[in-house]
């Protein structure tokens, strides 16, 4: 019988135990940090509040697609991504948007007025003399009543009586006026301060992100601590393209962190910050699973191609035919019935530079708007120079035997190398210097994409260059073979 209730405190105990901790899981996701529902958030950051605290931002997380909000402790990162919803949590917003605001605002005047108390003071003192002037129009009719058959000191008294009552019905009207302006100045700052939290933007690692202001005015949580929340969508993050360059530079190779702050923006444009106590940092990792994905499909176009370039014409000007050719092929002159052409490599090398750069800061920011003019000038260029290349070159006939070597090397990389730079009559220089240009402008490019996170801008000069270059080679492919 003991055993048997031995046995089952140990049952009571463990389920108690595992409603403890499947409490505890509820309250806290897989990395630790607190998760609340709305109604639950101001009751979780009230107690940050501490007495006589200045306004400051309180709390910072990401909301959920639950609609629960993620909060992290101080000195922590949030781990968000470009399509996230962060959030912060103020005190005393209002009593800060007074501070902020231009003095000479309505919404500095109306706080004053409230919360400074003038309104009220001056209420108090209109309300004393009101007083004052009801006594003296009292002690007034007793002294008329008193003086009654005394025609001429009651003449006296009525003039007197007649200043009195105006004086206090200036004062009933002044104390009326002044209850009608306080209790309007006190709904403009209950209200008022709505559209003026709009003004406030994100600010991370000390950059103020300009187009970063909150999806909707700010929201009372809690009403005895005043707590406010602001709402935040990080889509709008890389639209700021100057604050995040700069970002981005500052921060790992991998993500992008920085402190979080705000920066309010007062209507005169004067730019005020707004710090925290304790620190909270933002991390959007940049090499995400779109990123991988991304360049795992280009990185299998890329390897496809190179795989299918030896065995096929992909890379081959089909319009030139080469005879003399000897069969078997005793080396790699003979292998193939047409030269490779090198405007089909010059616009293989732009196309996969331009898509993988595409994708890359696609993935890394979040961004669409990757593609700039020298992208396109460059893809017009060398799909042009191809297809003129491949005007020029249809229905000619090369001599195999003319174009190989004196001594034919084995080796397969060089053999590719001359056969690129190669006429019918051997190696030129007008393919060498379209060849080269081609080479550095593409090193440029992906130095500048991985620097800058952002496509360079060739200048008008330089393009120009790539264009001679390439007008170049087609004037002397249409001497080639003819």
Known sequence: MKF?????SIFRFLVLCFLVCGFSAS???????????????????????????LPKILAFGEILEDGKYRLISSDSSLEANFSSDVFVVINDLDGLLSELSDPDSEYAKNWKLVVDK????????????????????????????????????????????????????????????????VETAKRFVKHGFKPLSLNFRLRIGGETFDKLHPTDVAEMIDLEKSLFLLRFSLRDINK???????LLKSSPMTCMVGDMALTYVSDNGRKNYIGVD?????????????????????????????????????????GITLTNRTQPAPNYWHQHAHPLSLARLQMSIWFFIIIGSFVFLWSTTGSLAGVNNTALILMGISGGTSMFAAIISEKREWDAKKREPENASDNV???WFIDILSSDEGMTIHRFQMFAWTLVLAVVFVNGVLSDYAMPLFSNELLGLMGISSGVYIGFKIKEGS
């Open 4 to 8: 048997s209730l031995f046995l089952l």
């Open 27 to 53: 309250a806290e996701d897989e990395h630790g940090l607190t998760v609340v529902g709305k109604a639950n958030l101001g009751k979780a950051v009230r107690e940050r509040v501490l007495p006589s605290s």
């Open 118 to 181: 003038t309104g009220d003071d001056q209420l108090k003192r209109v309300a004393l003399d009101r007083a004052a002037l009801k006594i003296k129009l009292d002690s007034i009719d007793a002294e008329r009543i008193a003086k009654a058959s005394d025609a001429p000191t009651l003449n006296v008294l009525n003039v007197e009586r007649g200043k009195a009552d105006l004086a206090l019905k200036d004062a009933e009207k002044k104390e009326a006026t002044l209850n009608t302006q």
């Open 240 to 246: 700021d393209k100057d604050a995040w360059l700069r």
């Open 278 to 318: 304790s620190g909270f940092r933002l991390e959007i990792p940049l090499f995400r699973w779109e990123f991988w994905t991304s360049m795992g499909i280009i990185a299998g176009c890329l390897g496809l191609f190179i795989w299918k370039v030896p065995t096929s014409d992909v890379l081959r000007d089909t």
């Open 413 to 415: 990389v060089m053999n």
